[in-house]
């Protein structure tokens, strides 16, 4: 997975789903260039989002169509936060394709924008599509992330993911080189709900 840092604490934002975000004409139309606004932004101040350079509006426009298709599907879900009617962040996750693993799928972005990191926006968005996916009968949610990103992961192991492995030197970004970690959240144990989940050291 690909995220920029994400907030800890502050007001609850309007987290919509495919569904109620589609249902919204106006929220619909825009949602793709918003996303790209809030992409672009990340990535040019240095975010760990997977691009190198900001990503073009087509690519980000064909991105979020494929999404919506999948979470339509049944195979991904979609949270956008909303500040009133402005995007404030995103992230969803995709099963994964081959069939052995359709039962598992991966959180595979998540992304707030500049102006409300440190408002909970990242919490609320990851701990929504953790119960995304628990709903959607998903067995094991895995992620990955860069290293260095250590905010975003300490949010993962406060909502129970756990650190399963990692490549070293495997991101290659500005010259520098970072470990790419990735984690996992088991459901199929029946665990606690991500908000109850206990802080994972």
């Known amino acids: 997975m690909n995220a920029a840092t994400p907030g800890e604490a502050g007001p609850e934002p309007d987290l919509l789903d495919a569904i109620r975000l589609t249902a919204d004409p106006e929220l619909a139309a825009g949602f793709a260039a918003a996303a790209h606004r809030i992409l672009a932004d990340l990535v040019r101040g240095g975010a760990p989002l997977g691009w190198t350079d900001p990503p073009p509006a087509d690519e980000v426009a064909e991105l979020v169509d494929r999404v919506l298709r999948a979470a339509r599907d049944g195979d991904g879900a ?15 996750w995709l099963r994964y394709a081959r069939p052995t693993s359709r039962q598992h799928a991966d959180l595979e972005k998540l992304a707030v924008a500049s102006e409300a990191h440190g408002r909970g926006v990242g919490r609320s968005l990851t701990r929504a599509l953790v119960e995304d996916a628990r709903d959607a009968g998903v067995g094991v949610l895995t992620l990955d992330a860069r290293a260095d990103n250590t905010r975003a992961l300490d949010l993962y192991r406060s909502l129970g993911f756990r650190e399963y492995g990692r490549l070293p030197d495997f991101v290659a970004m500005g010259g520098r080189h970072y470990d790419k970690v990735f984690y996992m959240l088991d459901f199929r144990g029946d665990g606690p709900r991500a908000e109850e989940a206990p802080h994972l050291p």
Not at 78 to 92: F, I, P, S, T
């Open 78 to 92: 979609l949270r956008a936060a909303y500040a009133g009617r402005r995007l404030v962040g995103l992230g969803y």
